[in-house]
């Protein structure tokens, strides 16, 4: 028996527009992943990729139900999220990210992952909460904040799990704007348009690398070492 994917992809123009909803938290196990690989594989032509979540949620973490399997379970998901969240912060087009209400933990670091973030004003926290609730911060994730969130929030973003309201996330650099809930949608894809249409296509990929690649060889050659340094408390 197969699981539906709660990913679906469309296109607006030259912008690859990919969805997420579960119905429920959005959480980030196996099927989602799989399914925004699959979504970033057909974008491949795309001049910007918008990646969107459901009303309320952009994403609140990992499935907790794989990590709760075991330490290799834990270790797998984990490692799926680490590869994914490495190909949206390479990837060779602009990555937009449509952040509705709650992007918590490996929803935050895929916030981190992606080249503008834009909040809606709903209701919700963002954040990096995993040394509140038993678990460490993988390398992945503390090298993406090492690089998107400000110098003055790191600490308290990291090391002590502080979770803000999508206006105070601007200023800790989780996102870059906050606008109207009924408005998020149509400004995302009006500034992922724009984009696509003034950057040249070479020109992005290739500074991509220069800019991005040292972080993301980084991340990939200690992924092995780090992966086992994920455990839950119980």
């Known amino acids: 028996m ?3 994917s709660p990913v679906s992809l469309t296109h607006d123009g030259n912008v690859a527009v990919i969805r997420i909803d579960d119905g429920k ?7 989602a992943m799989d399914g925004i690989n699959a979504a970033l594989d057909d974008a491949a032509d795309a001049r910007a990729v918008v990646l969107l979540g459901r009303e309320g949620k952009f994403s609140a973490g990992f499935d907790l139900g794989e990590i709760k399997k075991g330490p290799d379970a ?8 680490a590869e994914l969240c490495m190909r949206l912060y390479g990837f ?8 509705d209400g709650h992007a918590l933990a490996a929803g935050a670091v895929v916030l ?3 080249d503008i973030r834009i909040a809606s004003d709903t209701p919700g926290r963002v954040g990096l909460p995993e040394t509140t609730i ?3 911060l993988p390398v992945f994730a503390t090298e993406l904040a090492r690089d998107r969130l400000s110098r003055r929030h790191f600490t308290a973003a990291t ?4 979770t803000y309201s999508p206006e105070d996330a601007v200023d800790v650099g989780f996102v870059d704007r906050v606008v109207p809930a009924a408005d998020l949608e149509s400004t995302i894809l009006e500034v992922a348009a724009a984009h696509a249409e003034a950057l040249s296509p070479s020109g ?13 060889d980084h991340v990939r050659a200690t992924l092995d070492e780090d992966l086992p340094n994920f455990t839950v408390e119980p």
Request: proline content about 6%; some cysteine; glycine content about 10%.
């Open 204 to 216: 992005f990929a290739t500074t991509r690398i220069n800019v991005r690649q040292a972080t993301i």
């Open 159 to 162: 090391l002590l799990g502080t």
């Open 92 to 99: 060779p087009a602009p990555v937009l990210a449509g952040s």
């Open 2 to 4: 197969t699981t539906e």
């Open 74 to 81: 834990a270790q797998a998901i984990v490692r799926k999220g």
């Open 112 to 114: 981190m992952s992606c």
């Open 134 to 136: 038993g678990m460490p």
């Open 25 to 31: 938290a959005n959480a980030l196990g196996h099927t």
